[in-house]
């Protein structure tokens, strides 16, 4: 987009639909692509998004960039699709191992073939920064999508628990166990597939 249309666009709050895609595709596909890790989902969910936005461009009041108010949209979009993703369908892990032990006088501490690796003192290089961000997709990935979910939206998204339990639809309580269940189960995967 030139200069002259984006502050035309921004002055006048008025939208232009036939540049959204040219735009703002690449970046909303981008910010799909990296919360649900799916080249198709991703594509539907920008695709949606444009459509709502199509639905409800007179409610547009310009307050905001047109960017920012597509990616409110958007994030509504990915919310969804975990909700319905997890709604009815999501597993529950009865066999899921704690690596903790429960009694005695260790209750908390590690159990010993559960302990932590070190990651090693080379583990802030740019190589490894790399490499440690796509196993991370990878363990993401491989999260229950609530789990993901929250996982991403508490400290990828830095929202608040509050928020997070809000779009979640989940309590405070249950918050904490997954994001719990999230980091342990995150933590194992990157240990196998990164060290």
């Given at each position: 987009m030139n200069n002259s249309s984006e502050i035309k666009s921004k002055e006048s709050g008025n939208l232009n639909p036939g540049l959204w895609v040219e735009n703002h595709g690449d970046y909303?596909?981008?910010y799909a692509y990296f919360r649900?890790?799916?080249?198709?989902v991703s594509e539907d969910i920008v695709q949606e998004t444009f459509?709502?936005?199509?639905k409800a461009k007179d409610s547009f009041r310009g307050?905001?960039?047109e960017l920012t108010w597509l990616l409110a949209i958007l994030k509504r979009k990915v919310i969804d699709y975990f909700r319905k993703l997890s709604s009815g369908k999501e597993r529950v892990i009865s066999d899921y191992t704690l690596?903790?032990?429960?009694?005695?006088?260790?209750?908390?501490h590690w159990l010993g073939d559960r302990l932590p690796k070190d990651w090693g003192s080379d583990a802030d290089s740019t190589l490894n920064q790399e490499e440690f961000q796509s196993i991370l997709q990878v363990c993401l990935s491989l999260l229950p999508p609530k789990w993901r979910s929250v996982f991403v939206m508490k400290f990828m998204e830095e929202l608040s628990s509050d928020e997070v339990c809000k779009e979640n639809e989940c309590t405070p309580s249950n918050?904490?166990?997954?994001i719990h269940r999230a980091r342990l189960k995150l933590r194992e995967c990157i240990e196998n597939k990164w060290l």
């Open positions: 909303l596909y981008n649900v890790n799916n080249k198709e459509i709502a936005a199509l307050e905001s960039s690596p903790f032990r429960d009694e005695g006088i260790f209750d908390g918050f904490w166990v997954i």
